[in-house]
Protein backbone atom coordinates (compact mmCIF):
# COMPACT_ATOMS: atom_id res chain seq x y z
CA UNK A 1 0.00 0.00 0.00
CA UNK A 2 0.96 3.52 -0.71
CA UNK A 3 0.46 5.96 2.36
CA UNK A 4 -0.42 9.98 1.28
CA UNK A 5 0.39 12.65 3.45
CA UNK A 6 -1.09 16.45 3.38
CA UNK A 7 0.51 18.07 6.97
CA UNK A 8 -1.31 21.71 6.48
CA UNK A 9 -1.24 24.69 8.37
CA UNK A 10 -3.81 22.69 11.24
CA UNK A 11 -4.34 19.18 10.33
CA UNK A 12 -2.38 16.13 9.19
CA UNK A 13 -4.46 14.62 6.20
CA UNK A 14 -3.53 10.98 5.31
CA UNK A 15 -4.82 8.34 2.70
CA UNK A 16 -4.02 4.61 1.76
CA UNK A 17 -4.15 3.87 -1.74
CA UNK A 18 -3.48 0.33 -3.31
CA UNK A 19 -1.25 0.54 -6.46
CA UNK A 20 -3.24 1.15 -9.40
CA UNK A 21 -6.12 2.76 -7.88
CA UNK A 22 -8.80 5.05 -9.40
CA UNK A 23 -7.71 8.83 -7.85
CA UNK A 24 -9.67 9.51 -4.40
CA UNK A 25 -10.43 5.38 -4.45
CA UNK A 26 -8.72 5.00 -1.06
CA UNK A 27 -8.61 2.08 0.76
CA UNK A 28 -8.97 4.21 4.15
CA UNK A 29 -8.08 8.28 5.37
CA UNK A 30 -8.60 10.64 8.32
CA UNK A 31 -7.10 13.63 9.74
CA UNK A 32 -5.35 14.35 12.69
CA UNK A 33 -4.61 17.67 14.37
CA UNK A 34 -1.08 18.75 14.53
CA UNK A 35 -1.19 18.02 18.34
CA UNK A 36 -2.56 14.46 17.58
CA UNK A 37 0.18 13.42 15.42
CA UNK A 38 1.35 10.70 17.89
CA UNK A 39 -1.69 8.88 17.32
CA UNK A 40 -0.91 8.69 13.46
CA UNK A 41 0.79 5.22 13.92
CA UNK A 42 -2.18 3.44 15.77
CA UNK A 43 -4.38 5.16 12.98
CA UNK A 44 -2.58 3.60 10.62
CA UNK A 45 -2.07 0.39 12.19
CA UNK A 46 -5.66 -0.13 12.28
CA UNK A 47 -6.48 1.21 9.04
CA UNK A 48 -3.91 -1.41 7.40
CA UNK A 49 -4.99 -4.50 9.71
CA UNK A 50 -8.97 -4.30 8.46
CA UNK A 51 -7.25 -4.64 4.51
CA UNK A 52 -6.83 -8.11 2.74
CA UNK A 53 -4.77 -10.37 4.87
CA UNK A 54 -1.24 -11.22 4.49
CA UNK A 55 2.13 -8.71 4.93
CA UNK A 56 2.44 -8.35 1.00
CA UNK A 57 -1.33 -7.03 1.17
CA UNK A 58 -1.57 -4.77 4.02
CA UNK A 59 1.48 -3.71 4.43
CA UNK A 60 2.99 0.13 3.33
CA UNK A 61 5.36 -0.06 0.78
CA UNK A 62 5.74 3.84 -0.01
CA UNK A 63 5.13 7.31 1.82
CA UNK A 64 4.68 10.40 -0.12
CA UNK A 65 4.35 13.48 2.08
CA UNK A 66 3.62 17.11 1.26
CA UNK A 67 4.47 19.40 4.53
CA UNK A 68 3.61 22.97 4.55
CA UNK A 69 3.39 23.05 8.60
CA UNK A 70 7.27 23.42 9.03
CA UNK A 71 10.37 21.32 10.42
CA UNK A 72 8.56 20.58 13.86
CA UNK A 73 4.86 18.84 12.06
CA UNK A 74 7.53 17.23 9.70
CA UNK A 75 9.47 15.51 12.28
CA UNK A 76 6.68 14.90 14.44
CA UNK A 77 5.64 12.43 10.78
CA UNK A 78 9.02 11.37 10.89
CA UNK A 79 8.64 9.96 14.26
CA UNK A 80 5.32 8.19 13.93
CA UNK A 81 6.39 6.60 10.60
CA UNK A 82 9.34 5.21 12.57
CA UNK A 83 6.84 3.59 14.80
CA UNK A 84 5.89 1.51 12.31
CA UNK A 85 9.60 0.44 11.40
CA UNK A 86 9.45 3.36 8.20
CA UNK A 87 12.75 5.01 8.61
CA UNK A 88 12.92 8.82 7.04
CA UNK A 89 14.99 7.55 4.27
CA UNK A 90 12.03 5.82 2.99
CA UNK A 91 10.03 8.56 2.95
CA UNK A 92 9.37 10.79 0.05
CA UNK A 93 8.90 14.65 0.58
CA UNK A 94 6.57 16.21 -2.31
CA UNK A 95 8.46 19.56 -3.37
CA UNK A 96 7.48 21.93 -5.89
CA UNK A 97 9.65 21.01 -9.05
CA UNK A 98 9.68 23.06 -12.94
CA UNK A 99 7.23 19.84 -14.14
CA UNK A 100 5.74 16.65 -12.46
CA UNK A 101 3.02 14.64 -13.63
CA UNK A 102 1.84 16.30 -16.83
CA UNK A 103 1.55 20.22 -15.24
CA UNK A 104 4.39 22.52 -15.80
CA UNK A 105 5.14 24.97 -12.40
CA UNK A 106 4.96 28.65 -14.11
CA UNK A 107 5.93 29.81 -10.73
CA UNK A 108 8.86 32.67 -11.33
CA UNK A 109 10.95 30.54 -8.57
CA UNK A 110 9.27 27.38 -8.96
CA UNK A 111 10.54 26.05 -5.43
CA UNK A 112 8.79 28.98 -3.84
CA UNK A 113 5.00 27.91 -4.72
CA UNK A 114 3.97 25.82 -1.98
CA UNK A 115 3.79 22.43 -2.12
CA UNK A 116 0.17 21.66 -1.41
CA UNK A 117 -0.90 24.11 -3.73
CA UNK A 118 1.22 22.26 -6.73
CA UNK A 119 -0.19 19.15 -5.67
CA UNK A 120 -3.59 20.63 -5.74
CA UNK A 121 -2.99 21.93 -9.35
CA UNK A 122 -1.76 18.42 -10.57
CA UNK A 123 -4.90 17.00 -8.95
CA UNK A 124 -7.39 20.04 -10.64
CA UNK A 125 -5.52 18.75 -14.09
CA UNK A 126 -6.13 15.12 -13.25
CA UNK A 127 -9.80 15.25 -12.81
CA UNK A 128 -10.08 18.19 -14.99
CA UNK A 129 -8.04 17.01 -18.12
CA UNK A 130 -7.99 19.07 -21.10
CA UNK A 131 -9.88 21.69 -19.50
CA UNK A 132 -8.89 25.37 -18.08
CA UNK A 133 -9.53 24.65 -14.53
CA UNK A 134 -9.85 27.01 -11.07
CA UNK A 135 -8.58 24.82 -7.69
CA UNK A 136 -9.47 26.32 -4.82
CA UNK A 137 -8.34 25.26 -1.41
CA UNK A 138 -10.35 26.28 1.34
CA UNK A 139 -8.39 26.05 4.10
CA UNK A 140 -6.92 27.99 7.00
CA UNK A 141 -6.02 30.03 4.15
CA UNK A 142 -7.81 30.24 0.62
CA UNK A 143 -5.78 29.51 -2.13
CA UNK A 144 -7.16 30.17 -5.44
CA UNK A 145 -4.67 28.73 -8.66
CA UNK A 146 -5.44 28.45 -12.54
CA UNK A 147 -4.32 25.42 -14.38
CA UNK A 148 -4.37 25.81 -18.40
CA UNK A 149 -5.95 22.82 -20.38
CA UNK A 150 -2.80 21.59 -21.35
CA UNK A 151 -1.53 21.58 -17.99
CA UNK A 152 0.64 25.22 -17.22
CA UNK A 153 0.06 26.15 -13.66
CA UNK A 154 -0.22 30.15 -14.04
CA UNK A 155 -0.11 31.03 -10.36
CA UNK A 156 -2.90 31.79 -8.49
CA UNK A 157 -4.20 34.29 -5.10
CA UNK A 158 -3.84 33.43 -1.52
CA UNK A 159 -6.21 35.14 0.89
CA UNK A 160 -7.31 34.22 5.04
CA UNK A 161 -9.67 31.74 4.81
CA UNK A 162 -13.06 31.75 6.77
CA UNK A 163 -12.40 31.03 9.82
CA UNK A 164 -9.11 33.75 9.85
CA UNK A 165 -11.55 36.49 8.42
CA UNK A 166 -14.50 35.89 11.03
CA UNK A 167 -11.47 35.89 13.84
CA UNK A 168 -9.77 39.21 12.75
CA UNK A 169 -13.44 40.55 12.14
CA UNK A 170 -14.22 39.82 15.93
CA UNK A 171 -10.91 40.29 17.51
CA UNK A 172 -10.16 43.97 15.51
CA UNK A 173 -14.10 45.40 15.39
CA UNK A 174 -15.22 46.76 18.82
CA UNK A 175 -18.87 45.08 19.48
CA UNK A 176 -18.99 42.55 16.95
CA UNK A 177 -18.84 39.32 17.88
CA UNK A 178 -17.09 36.02 16.56
CA UNK A 179 -19.42 33.76 14.81
CA UNK A 180 -19.37 29.73 14.36
CA UNK A 181 -18.91 28.50 10.87
CA UNK A 182 -22.01 26.68 10.97
CA UNK A 183 -26.06 26.69 10.42
CA UNK A 184 -28.10 28.08 8.10
CA UNK A 185 -26.13 29.85 5.37
CA UNK A 186 -27.30 33.54 5.00
CA UNK A 187 -27.68 35.13 1.37
CA UNK A 188 -27.92 38.53 0.13
CA UNK A 189 -28.38 41.09 3.01
CA UNK A 190 -29.00 40.30 6.24
CA UNK A 191 -31.13 41.84 8.94
CA UNK A 192 -28.66 40.81 12.12
CA UNK A 193 -25.07 41.56 12.46
CA UNK A 194 -23.64 37.91 12.92
CA UNK A 195 -25.81 37.05 9.58
CA UNK A 196 -24.47 39.98 7.91
CA UNK A 197 -20.95 39.20 8.78
CA UNK A 198 -21.16 35.68 7.99
CA UNK A 199 -22.61 36.80 4.44
CA UNK A 200 -19.97 39.32 3.93
CA UNK A 201 -17.24 36.71 4.84
CA UNK A 202 -19.24 34.31 2.12
CA UNK A 203 -19.21 36.80 -0.34
CA UNK A 204 -15.39 37.84 0.04
CA UNK A 205 -14.64 34.29 -0.37
CA UNK A 206 -17.02 33.27 -3.33
CA UNK A 207 -16.34 36.92 -5.06
CA UNK A 208 -12.52 35.77 -5.27
CA UNK A 209 -13.03 32.54 -7.15
CA UNK A 210 -15.72 33.82 -9.27
CA UNK A 211 -13.06 36.74 -10.20
CA UNK A 212 -9.99 33.78 -10.65
CA UNK A 213 -12.46 32.08 -13.27
CA UNK A 214 -13.21 34.92 -15.23
CA UNK A 215 -9.56 35.90 -15.64
CA UNK A 216 -8.86 32.56 -16.35
CA UNK A 217 -12.09 31.85 -18.53
CA UNK A 218 -12.34 28.80 -16.70
CA UNK A 219 -14.34 25.76 -17.70
CA UNK A 220 -14.05 24.07 -14.60
CA UNK A 221 -13.56 24.79 -10.82
CA UNK A 222 -12.90 22.66 -8.07
CA UNK A 223 -13.51 23.49 -4.68
CA UNK A 224 -12.16 21.55 -1.65
CA UNK A 225 -10.47 22.48 2.01
CA UNK A 226 -12.52 21.98 5.58
CA UNK A 227 -14.62 25.94 4.41
CA UNK A 228 -15.67 24.62 0.82
CA UNK A 229 -19.01 23.43 1.79
CA UNK A 230 -19.59 26.73 3.32
CA UNK A 231 -18.54 28.59 0.69
CA UNK A 232 -19.55 26.61 -2.43
CA UNK A 233 -22.73 27.39 -2.32
CA UNK A 234 -22.16 31.15 -2.16
CA UNK A 235 -21.24 31.02 -5.56
CA UNK A 236 -23.32 31.99 -8.89
CA UNK A 237 -24.87 29.02 -10.47
CA UNK A 238 -23.00 30.22 -13.81
CA UNK A 239 -19.93 28.99 -12.15
CA UNK A 240 -18.91 25.23 -13.12
CA UNK A 241 -17.96 24.28 -9.80
CA UNK A 242 -18.01 20.87 -7.76
CA UNK A 243 -16.62 19.83 -4.59
CA UNK A 244 -13.79 17.25 -4.64
CA UNK A 245 -12.18 16.34 -0.62
CA UNK A 246 -8.56 16.03 -0.20
CA UNK A 247 -7.77 17.65 -3.42
CA UNK A 248 -4.37 17.62 -2.22
CA UNK A 249 -3.98 14.37 -1.24
CA UNK A 250 -5.60 13.49 -4.52
CA UNK A 251 -2.51 15.42 -6.33
CA UNK A 252 0.24 13.55 -4.60
CA UNK A 253 -1.60 10.48 -5.70
CA UNK A 254 -1.78 11.33 -9.18
CA UNK A 255 2.09 12.13 -8.80
CA UNK A 256 2.83 9.39 -7.54
CA UNK A 257 1.56 7.34 -10.33
CA UNK A 258 3.38 9.72 -12.87
CA UNK A 259 6.78 8.63 -11.39
Known amino acids: ?25 WLDCGALMHADAA ?8 AAA ?19 AGAAVRGQ ?12 DAIDWF ?44 GTATTI ?4 ADGVFLGGMILPGLGLMATSLARNTAQLPQIAQGGKLPSG ?12 LLAAQAGAIEHACALH ?21 QIPHRLVDNIVLIGLQAAAGSA
Open 1 to 25: MMLLIDAGNTRIKWALAAPGAALGD
Open 39 to 46: QLPAALQA
Open 50 to 68: AQATGAANNAITRVLAANV
Open 77 to 88: ITAALATLAIGE
Open 95 to 138: ASVPERAGVKNGYRNPAQLGCDRFAAAIGAHALAPGQAVIVANC
Open 145 to 148: DAVT
Open 189 to 200: FADNTDDAILSG
Open 217 to 237: RAQACLISGGAAAYIAPALPA
